[in-house]
């Protein structure tokens, strides 16, 4: 496993993140995620999801700059959760866990925020699963945040959430990346 470090600036913090082989966007934070992250509503005392968290960008920010959230981190990818893990510890985040876990097995609890930069390469079918399955594990009032690239499978990620959800909203984009939001 080559590992190596990236820098990146969140919310006005530093961070630090290992990376390496087999992790989503290894040599930098992706687009779409500094586009979720400057974008997504969470408020402290919130329990945050962060669903498919690749080396923990999302859910170590959210736990740093909100330290009266509850974070759970969750990839299916071991390394990816391994990595986060040290992430963690890397950036003196304690509120906050990582679970290796396929989707929402083993995770059992509601959560007032669910944060996603969804997997395009695994397909529409897992993306679209996400967001149905996100729709139980959250809290009456409760968010379903998706970024995506609106031209190339943004548009049908959105429906998908408006379907299940009954309205969806953008909370903001850039760069082509919109984030959608759906009130439970």
């Known amino acids: 496993l080559r590992q190596q470090t990236i820098r990146a600036r ?13 992790v989503f966007s290894k ?14 509503i969470v408020k402290d005392g919130w329990d945050v999801l962060d669903l498919g968290c690749g080396y ?3 859910g170590i920010c959210v736990a740093k700059n909100f330290k009266g959230c509850r974070v759970v981190m969750s990839d299916v990818n071991e ?5 986060a893990r040290r992430n963690m ?14 989707g929402f097995e083993n ?6 925020a669910i944060l996603i930069n969804p997997p395009r390469m695994a397909g529409r079918e897992v993306c ?23 031209s190339i499978g943004g548009r049908e990620l959105s429906k ?15 760069a082509g990346y919109r984030v959608y939001v759906s009130e439970k």
């Open 56 to 58: 923990g960008a999302v």
């Open 107 to 112: 995770i059992d609890e509601e959560f007032d």
């Open 79 to 83: 390394r990816a959760a391994k990595l």
């Open 160 to 174: 998908k959430m408006k379907e299940v959800f009954g309205k969806v909203k953008e909370a903001g984009k850039k």
């Open 27 to 40: 040599e930098r934070v992706d687009k779409g995620t500094l586009v979720l992250i400057d974008h997504m």
């Open 89 to 102: 510890l890397r950036n003196s985040v304690q509120n906050a866990e990582v679970r290796i876990v396929d």
């Open 128 to 150: 679209f699963r996400m967001i149905d399955e996100s729709f139980q594990h959250l809290r009456e009032k409760g968010l379903l945040q998706v970024v995506a690239r609106h």
């Open 10 to 22: 969140l919310l006005g913090k530093e961070f630090s993140f290992l990376t390496g082989s087999g």
